[in-house]
């Protein structure tokens, strides 16, 4: 089946540009998470969606990131007044939850986004 | 704080030699502790897991051990491949649904 599928790809932005990043999860999966990845580290938590809503935002650095799933079941990661620190590739992460889940989150391919 | 450190950060290893990727959690709460392998410009995938309730678990070439009172897990890959060549990272997550404290990689380069 299908996996988890992250658009775009590739986003070059401009230094104060709003940009949106889009998740569609595996079907059925009720879990979505996103993450940060920074060249040589470790994907890093950002947020976590049981169903619509956010079950734990604790990984946000700061009030410009904001996430979305209002029909639980794609997000959207939106960041304003990027800057270049925000550069990264970011992770859309998706799994089931309950005795069936198996704790696995399956990945998506990312987003690097690039701010200039 | 919740933290994952993994070492070594690159390890090189002839075909067919073993290789050993080790890594240290603090959170005591931690039940989970998936391994994935990440090659260029793909997306992580994971390779085996294991679970707080088990010792050791082996699928194939690859085996994980978990010392949950020293809190140090650990990835074994014998018999390597040049295609064994990536990106390995661990984690640890309290399971359920909770989120992944993932360590920081260790780059893995098998020589023919």
């Known amino acids: 089946g299908a996996g988890v599928s992250q658009t775009p790809s590739n986003k070059v932005t401009e230094k104060g540009k709003y940009v949106e990043l889009r998740c569609d999860p595996i079907?059925?999966?009720?879990?979505l998470y996103w993450y940060r990845q920074s060249l040589g580290q470790g994907p890093e938590f950002l947020i976590y969606f049981q169903g619509t809503g956010a079950a734990d935002d604790s990984g946000l650095p700061n009030d410009r990131f904001f996430a979305v799933r209002p029909e639980g079941s794609v997000s959207t990661l939106k960041i304003q007044r990027t800057e270049r620190g925000d550069s990264a590739v970011y992770l859309c992460?998706?799994?089931?939850?309950?005795?069936?889940?198996?704790?696995?989150?399956?990945f998506g391919p990312g987003t690097r986004l690039t701010v200039t | 704080g919740e933290n994952v450190e993994q070492h070594p950060s690159t390890l090189s290893v002839q075909e067919g030699d073993s290789a050993v990727i080790k890594c240290t959690y603090s959170d005591s709460a931690s039940n989970y502790f998936p391994w994935y392998k990440q090659e260029l410009g793909k997306r992580p995938q994971l390779i085996i897991d294991?679970?707080?309730?088990?010792g050791e678990k082996k699928d194939q070439r690859i085996a994980v051990t978990l010392n949950k009172t020293a809190k140090h897990f650990s990835l074994h890959i014998t018999e390597t491949q040049p295609e064994d060549s990536a990106v390995y990272f661990c984690?640890?997550?309290?399971?359920?649904?909770?989120?992944?404290?993932f360590g920081t990689g260790t780059r893995l380069k098998v020589l023919a």
């Open positions: 984690a640890a997550s309290k399971g359920g649904t909770y989120k992944y404290i």
């Open positions: 992460a998706s799994s089931l939850t309950g005795l069936a889940g198996g704790y696995e989150q399956y």
């Open positions: 079907s059925g999966h009720t879990a």
């Open positions: 294991i679970r707080s309730n088990v």
